[in-house]
């Protein structure tokens, strides 16, 4: 059993020396002391002491938990625990039912998506950050093409932007749906998660109709989105928005003012601004200390500057603010939607890729009578029509298109914050590096700040609340 000190702040110690000893010192918030010429000397302890199992014979072990007079714990929470929203590993100290120290442990969904982009064609990337938080996929795919487009020195067309923002705006409400949903359950109101998913499933069956996906769709391309609406496609989006109208409603009489929902969400999972803005927190994260920053109107892009929406904010700066942020949200999003709706409509018929055969794939995607795979005429169009556009079409999907060497940094507002995309390129059809910001990985590092000090029950809501997706987290 060796024996970790928290101590005040130490001058330079042996750390060879005191691994001999077993002893390990972690110097935090102390105060200074003088070892001497002794460095493998004690410091004075603070009313701070963690234990934890080297090995060694396991009667020593028991033995020496039971010699120990504090009621001190560390457990494991996850990373198979559904509460940690994925294989998140939570390191947890308690004392009796109180946090006194929490650790978060990333990397058991690591997938190598960064690294494997490196050995894939500039297209192909959308087919790999799709998947990264996959709540969120088609912002992966934006920040990803706004980044490539960036470094082309090219411009999607209108309808192509428009797409994009209608795509972000319901991926953004299925995203809020279910960390709603996930956290309203968590603290058992189980009717908001079955509600939520409810309303969730009319957004994937539009997705599937648009693009034959559900999730990981790739639908967003360097250059526009690989195919437009289908020819009932408006009818079915207004459906959604009508039933959206019908049912959002119901969340703020399930939650708002509930007694108990507010009682386990109030004042829990509290960060300040100050804190917000020294551990990176963007999104409802941030905008729930009253700080109105929405990359959407600060550095508008997709033309969502012309767009009429408002910047939703809280006072409280806690997990209850959070929720109301994204409740809001939902609102604000079904505004920018019909927008998209009738916008849509004045621009059918135009081109939602550049018209550049370099570029662009030389025929019109189009799913084929199962809602999946290519249809006849797309197949036609490739095939039939043209000798060059097939060698082109053949030269695009075998090799891919150069990129000038460079490098840019592009950034959207997901659902959860600031999602940035860092592309590096050394002029070839690859990817020499890219490297996205993910903000679940930023607010996890906050977990510490508004855990320690509360109860075991209340690390469920603070993790809810920062709506981790560990896809985002360990790419």
């Known amino acids: 059993m060796a024996k970790r000190e928290k101590t005040a702040k130490a001058a330079p110690v042996d750390v060879e020396t005191l691994a001999d000893e077993e002893t390990v010192v972690a110097?935090?918030?102390?105060?200074?002391?003088?070892?001497?010429?002794?460095?493998?000397?004690?410091?004075?302890l603070t009313d701070y002491t963690e234990y934890f199992i080297q090995g060694g014979d396991f009667e020593e072990v028991v033995a020496a938990q039971q010699a120990r007079g504090d009621e001190t714990v560390v457990i494991n929470m996850g990373p198979q625990h559904p509460s940690t929203h994925g294989v998140l590993r939570l390191q947890v100290e308690l004392d009796g039912e109180s946090v006194t120290s929490i650790r978060p442990a990333i990397g058991f969904l690591h997938s190598g998506i960064e690294k494997a982009m490196e050995h894939r064609t500039w297209v192909q990337g959308s087919t790999f950050v799709t998947r990264m938080d996959y709540l969120m996929p088609m912002f992966n795919e934006t920040a990803y093409c706004l980044g490539v487009e960036k470094l082309l020195g090219i411009e999607a067309?209108?309808?192509?932007?428009?797409?994009?923002?209608?795509?972000?705006?319901?991926?953004r409400m299925a995203s809020h749906l279910v960390a709603i949903g996930t956290g309203g359950m968590e603290i058992g109101a189980l009717t908001v998660m079955t509600i939520a998913f409810?309303?969730?499933?009319?957004?994937?069956?539009f997705f599937e109709a648009l693009c034959?996906?559900?999730?990981n769709h790739?639908?967003?391309?360097?250059?526009?989105?690989?195919?437009?609406?289908?020819?009932d496609g408006l009818a079915q989006l207004r459906t959604v928005i009508e039933w959206f109208h019908k049912h959002l409603n119901e969340y703020a009489g399930f939650c708002n003012e509930n007694p108990i929902f507010k009682a386990r969400m109030s004042g829990i999972a509290t960060m300040t601004l100050a804190q917000a803005m020294t551990m990176g927190a963007t999104g409802p994260i941030l905008r729930a200390t009253g700080y109105p920053w929405d990359l959407r109107k600060k550095?508008?892009?997709?033309?969502?500057?012309?767009?009429?929406?408002?910047?939703?904010t809280w006072d409280t700066a806690d997990a209850y603010g959070r929720y109301r942020i994204r409740l809001s949200e939902l609102h604000e999003s079904l505004k920018i939607i019909e927008q998209c709706y009738e916008k849509l409509k004045q621009t059918a018929g135009q081109p939602?890729?550049?018209?550049?055969?370099?570029?662009?794939?030389?025929?019109?995607?189009?799913?084929g009578p199962d809602g999946q795979g290519n249809a006849f005429t797309h197949v036609k169009q490739v095939m039939g029509e043209s000798m060059e556009g097939l060698i082109h079409h053949f030269k695009l999907v075998s090799e891919g298109f150069r990129v000038p060497a460079g490098q840019v940094y592009t950034a959207i507002e997901s659902p959860k914050g600031e999602l940035g995309c860092h592309i590096v390129s050394d002029g070839g059809t690859r990817p020499y590096r890219v490297h996205f910001r993910d903000p679940g990985f930023h607010h996890l590092q906050s977990l510490p700040i508004i855990s320690e000090g509360g109860m075991l029950s209340d690390v469920v809501v603070a993790v809810a609340s920062l709506d981790p997706v560990l896809g985002g987290v360990d790419r």
């Open 198 to 205: 409810r309303e969730r499933e009319m957004i994937l069956d």
């Open 218 to 231: 790739a639908y967003v391309r360097p250059g526009g989105v690989s195919i437009d609406l289908p020819d």
């Open 212 to 215: 034959g996906t559900r999730m």
């Open 27 to 44: 110097v935090a918030e102390v105060i200074e002391t003088d070892l001497g010429d002794d460095a493998g000397a004690l410091v004075e």
């Open 352 to 367: 939602i890729m550049v018209e550049d055969p370099k570029l662009a794939m030389p025929g019109q995607l189009t799913l």
């Open 299 to 312: 550095q508008p892009y997709c033309g969502y500057e012309d767009y009429d929406f408002d910047v939703i």
């Open 157 to 171: 067309p209108e309808r192509a932007n428009i797409l994009r923002v209608l795509v972000m705006e319901l991926n």
